[in-house]
């Protein structure tokens, strides 16, 4: 029975906090939805209304449009091209027949549009008019044909002399057409691309002919349409209020740009929504029916929703309802172990979030040690130092400093170690907020801690460096009893600069720690020299595997940091020449890996080496890393690979022959001649006659430097079937003639 009513209790917590939820919303819906639907009602108003404008603007624009387009089609006519002319050159071609024509064509394009009440050709320079009516001098049109008023006459003379109309709609006038007053919208454009252009249009819009075209196409909606240029009223047009509108009614207005001339069109509206509430009864209905409706479904999502937790809570009650010992019922003891269950689970949560940040601490532990032996950052790199909080970037300056504890002798004492690991880090903390420098501190192999040092701005000048370094020495010092080995790098900028510190410092240890180690060494021992080129295994660890895949972009990269590492450093010239050597050898080892052939790239490497121009040899280690990233790229099958091996052997054993070609290549192998280039060019990098001339060139020269045939015969022994043809190739590919060449290598 306890059970019973603790249940009983529950459902009806449920039940009322269903209730609760459900009818608030109900209510509070209900209160909004009045409003809610009067806005709906204004906005589709408005959103009728916009549409309409848009309408009506369209409606006026294809009219303007068609009016572009006469001046469109006038422009690219013959007669007047000729009739522009400043000369009586043409003008026994325009004889009446040729006239009447032209004069029948200008009248049909204006009585197209339905608009127009005339038009005429305006030649500014010649001071003549071209109507449907005849040829006219200006002061004779405008005096006896069709009268403008003074001012109205000279503004479109001056718009058309000054500069190009290009589509220019003026202000209403009143012209006296014949001897019959007319008010009529002019429209100049004009029919030459120049700021003074010597033929115009000017067509003429008859303002009753306009009307009566809105009022066939405009709108019924509307209160009252005006059409402005520039500020300037050019037609109005207004509607009575119909039966149940207002006189006063409040309207608002529309404003739609042309997007065929300088028109603007301001179109009014009457506001008509309006808030009724003659639907009152039927919202206070549906509220009525969708409060009982929400008390109903609370009642049956209580049952539903009590029904997993009544199993539960009789479950536990079962097992834990009495204490042991006791036979009656222990108050809200379902509750407790619910409780205790929580509490269970909260402390596992806690051992997983320690778990959690165990991992994050060595997952950027793994990224520190990754930046430390040289961080070639791509875009999933970065998203690394992202997703961990770690803000570094390509503009920051950073500094790499080694922490060392190999003066301590006894390691069995942990307690110790953990105390002077607890005190380094206080200390650190200390002596870098005191130079307000970024940090972090992790643990490496080789040392036992290393810093990495950041910052926006460039730091480490006025000795700065060594002061940290002497300020961490003295604190770890005083507060441990032993002086540790604090060594810092040089500082860089950028994420491989990271590297580059790093191996400064380490360097420096490792120079420090085998001097502390032979202090004794009797002094005939010599101690072993120090390699003074900057080539780690780390960069070399991703060089061959970027070179592997392909990535161009990386593999650059790498070896332009080598490149200006090794440039900072002054290395002598047999420092350099090994270190390329070294590269070149890696470049030869991937190669050979990828079962490529090795021959020709080894060959023209010795050649360079053997002049000993560090120059050439560097070019030339890049040259070969971008085509074996080009060639990866492109080789992605076995297939390919073999065929266009095949292709690849056959030009390196047959290239001095003269008969070598694309062609003879697809004979030979059965393929298309698209095909052998697709192939070749696949496995080379590069397409077949660039590699061919290559190769021809690379034997040419070393010809040319034994000096013991002349140019003649080197050209045919390389190939090429007469020397022209040599001499345009190596010209083209060294930048200088072959006998040229012959005499600097002498």
């Known amino acids: 029975m306890r059970h019973w009513s603790f249940g009983s209790g529950t459902f009806r917590k449920i039940f009322l906090s269903y209730t609760a939820i459900l009818i608030i919303p109900i209510i509070v819906f209900s209160t909004l939805n009045v409003q809610r639907n009067i806005m709906e009602e204004r906005q589709k108003l408005h959103e009728k209304h916009v549409s309409d404008a848009n309408r009506i603007a369209a409606v006026v624009d294809n009219k303007l449009s068609e009016l572009k387009n006469i001046a469109k089609m006038i422009s690219i006519e013959s007669w007047l091209r000729k009739m522009m002319q400043n000369t009586d050159v043409y003008d ?10 032209i004069r029948r064509n200008f009248e049909n394009s204006i009585n197209s549009t339905n608009v127009l009440s005339f038009g005429t050709v305006i030649f500014p320079d010649k001071q003549q008019m071209l109507s449907t009516w005849g040829t006219f001098s200006e002061d004779h049109f405008f005096s006896n044909i069709a009268i403008f008023d003074g001012d109205t006459r000279q503004m479109m003379l001056q718009s058309a002399l000054r500069e190009q109309q290009y589509f220019k709609v003026m202000a209403p006038a009143t ?65 009575n209020p119909d039966n149940g509108v207002q006189e006063n009614q409040q309207t608002y207005e529309l404003v739609v740009p042309s997007q065929e001339s300088s028109l603007q069109y301001k179109i009014s509206y009457f506001d008509n929504s309006v808030i009724g509430i003659n639907n009152l009864f039927s919202s206070l209905l549906a509220i009525m029916i969708s409060i009982a409706f929400g008390m109903l479904s609370a009642f049956l999502l209580a049952k539903v929703s009590y029904r997993p937790l009544g199993t539960l809570l009789h479950k536990l009650s079962a097992g834990i309802r009495y204490e042991e010992g006791n036979n009656s019922p222990v108050s809200g003891s379902e509750y407790n172990y619910i409780e205790e269950s929580f509490d269970r689970l909260l402390s596992e949560n806690q051992v997983l979030q320690q778990s959690m940040q165990d991992y994050e601490k060595a997952a950027k532990s793994n990224l520190f040690l990754q930046l430390l032996k040289g961080y070639f950052a791509d875009d999933q790199h970065m998203n690394g130092l992202k997703k961990f ?33 607890m005190m380094t880090m206080v200390i650190i903390e200390k002596v870098m907020s005191r130079h307000r420098l970024d940090y972090e501190l ?12 950041s910052s926006t701005n460039r730091f480490g000048e006025d000795g700065m460096m060594e002061q940290i370094a002497a300020g961490v020495t003295e604190e770890i010092e005083h507060t441990c009893g032993f002086q540790p080995f604090v060594l810092y790098g040089t500082m860089e900028k950028g994420l491989v600069g990271i590297s580059k510190s790093y191996y400064t410092a380490n360097e420096s240890l490792q120079y420090t720690l085998f001097s502390r180690e032979h ?15 900057y080539y780690p295994t780390d960069w070399e660890v991703q060089l061959i595997n970027n070179l592997k895949i392909g990535n161009l972009d990386t593999s650059m990269q790498i070896l332009y940091e080598i490149s200006a590492e090794n440039g900072k450093r002054n290395l002598s010239e047999a420092s350099t020449i090994k270190l390329v050597s070294l ?71 047959n290239y001095t022959s003269a008969d070598v070609s694309l062609k003879q290549l697809a004979e030979i ?35 040319l430097r034994e000096k013991k045939c002349g140019i003649d015969d080197i050209a045919r022994r390389v190939g090429y079937e007469n020397v022209y043809s040599f001499k345009r190739a190596f010209t083209r590919y060294e930048g200088i003639k072959p006998d040229e060449y012959m005499e600097s290598a002498g």
């Open 669 to 703: 192998f059965q393929m298309s001649v698209s095909k052998a280039s697709k192939l070749f060019k696949e496995v080379t990098g590069i397409n077949f006659y660039d590699y061919l001339c290559r190769l021809r060139i690379e034997m040419a020269k070393e010809l």
């Open 92 to 101: 026994d071609e325009f004889d009446l027949l040729k006239m009447l024509e």
């Open 583 to 653: 590269l070149m050898e890696t470049l030869l080892r991937v190669l050979h890996e990828l079962n490529l052939d090795t021959g020709i790239y080894a060959k023209q490497f010795a050649n360079r080496a053997k002049g000993k121009n560090t120059e050439e040899m560097w070019g030339y280690v890049f040259e070969v890393g971008t085509l074996l990233c080009e060639r990866n790229r492109y080789s992605n099958t076995s297939s390919t690979i073999e065929a266009g091996s095949q292709l690849l052997q056959y030009v390196n054993q």
């Open 389 to 421: 909080g770690i803000g570094y970037t390509e503009e920051m300056h950073y500094c790499t400093m080694l922490i060392s504890f190999h003066a301590i002798r006894d390691f069995s004492d942990l307690d110790k170690i953990r105390k002077i690991e």
């Open 175 to 239: 012209v006296n057409l014949w001897g019959s007053s007319k008010r009529v919208i002019p429209v100049l454009q004009s029919l030459e691309v120049v700021n003074h252009p010597r033929a115009v249009l000017a067509l003429f819009i008859d303002s009753d002919y306009f009307s009566e075209y809105m009022r066939r196409f405009g709108s019924v909606e509307s209160k009252d349409i005006l059409i402005t240029t520039h500020g300037t009223p050019i037609f109005k047009q207004s509607r």
């Open 519 to 533: 202090l004794r060494v009797a002094p005939e021992e010599t101690i072993p020299s120090i390699v003074d080129y």
């Open 442 to 453: 992790f643990e490496v192999t080789n040392a036992d801690k290393a810093l990495i040092l």
